[in-house]
């Protein structure tokens, strides 16, 4: 399934499946971008990340992809499982070391067992 | 050993209160931050710190003062709580641009 980041919607999949989270990003000038799993009652936690001069980077199950013609960041979540059940949000840098990352709005992922 | 810690986990006050929320990281971070989340999970930064220096305040109401005694500690103190500061809390702290958050501080204001 897919979704689209702009609000806070809700992305149901089947177990197994694989599931697409997308996140539209605002500023050009940003070149560092961080996908974040948050679960109920937790603070965000770091999934992936991937700098502007890169358009794909893969981790343990999970891709994040990078386009920045559009400023669209996706992350694609292979065999999900129910454990991977939370809200996702993309968060972008820009630039600067003492710039804080500005979060979009997050999706929340339900996974069907 | 948690990483980033935050004091307490829930906080519920009656509104005109004052209250604190307390941070503390043992990463050796240099820059740490408070981040508000709202009812509908958008996060917004609220207050940087870098090495005990405040370097961004991001339109806070002067209700909320930061305090940070060292750099592993990054407390939020809260006059006069009004409805409109529900919320959850977190703290975060970073090097370069790896960042770690706390679990949050769920704030009720009644």
């Known amino acids: 399934g897919e979704s689209v980041g702009l609000h806070l919607p809700t992305l149901s999949v089947q177990e197994g499946d694989n599931s697409i989270i997308n996140c539209a990003y605002s500023?050009?000038?940003?070149?560092?971008f961080i996908w974040y799993k948050q679960e109920s009652g937790k603070g965000p936690q770091f999934i992936i990340d991937?700098?502007?001069?890169?358009d794909k980077r893969q981790g343990q199950r999970v891709t994040v992809l990078l386009n920045k013609t559009v400023k669209h960041l996706s992350l694609q979540i292979a065999a999900t499982q129910p454990g991977d059940s939370a809200v996702y949000f993309c968060?972008?840098?820009?630039?600067?070391?003492?710039?804080?990352?500005?979060f979009g709005k997050g999706t929340r992922l339900s996974v069907i067992a | 050993d948690t990483a980033v810690s935050q004091t307490p986990k829930y906080l519920v006050t009656q509104m005109g209160n004052d209250k604190s929320i307390k941070c503390e990281q043992n990463?050796?971070?240099?820059?740490m931050y408070w981040y508000k989340q709202d009812s509908k999970k958008f996060l917004k930064i609220m207050f940087s710190?870098?090495?005990?220096?405040?370097?961004i305040n991001e339109t806070v109401p002067n209700r909320f003062s930061p305090k940070s005694p060292d750099k592993a500690h990054l407390n939020l103190h809260i006059n006069s709580l009004e409805l409109g500061d529900s919320a959850v809390y977190f703290c975060?702290?970073?090097?370069?641009?790896?960042?770690?958050f706390g679990s949050g501080t769920r704030l009720t204001v009644v």
């Open positions: 991937i700098r502007s001069n890169m």
């Open positions: 990463l050796g971070h240099d820059t």
């Open positions: 975060a702290s970073s090097q370069a641009r790896g960042y770690t």
């Open positions: 968060a972008e840098n820009r630039g600067s070391g003492n710039t804080p990352l500005v």
């Open positions: 710190y870098n090495n005990k220096e405040l370097i």
């Open positions: 500023n050009s000038a940003s070149d560092y």
